[in-house]
């Protein structure tokens, strides 16, 4: 699976490490780090590949 700009996720937060959902908004040119828009609570960060994930069977998408 090629992660692309707007696919939505789940990241691994650094603060507490809970999964939230995300949207992929930058990837680096090395696709090593990903930029991602926490959804419910409007903030980015940026995460390694082992801190993202598909997003789990049961969440809603939001389109935006």
């Known amino acids: 699976y090629l ?3 707007g ?3 789940e990241g691994q937060f650094t603060e507490d ?6 949207k992929i908004t930058n990837i680096s040119s090395d696709r ?4 991602v828009l926490y ?7 940026v995460l390694p590949i ?3 994930r598909k997003v789990s ?7 935006f």
């Open 32 to 35: 090593k780090l990903f930029t």
């Open 7 to 9: 696919d939505q996720c």
């Open 50 to 52: 082992e801190r993202l």
């Open 3 to 5: 992660i692309k700009v």
């Open 39 to 45: 959804i419910e609570y409007g903030n980015s960060e």
């Open 57 to 63: 069977h049961g969440s809603i998408l939001i389109a």
């Open 17 to 22: 490490n809970v999964w939230y959902r995300a």
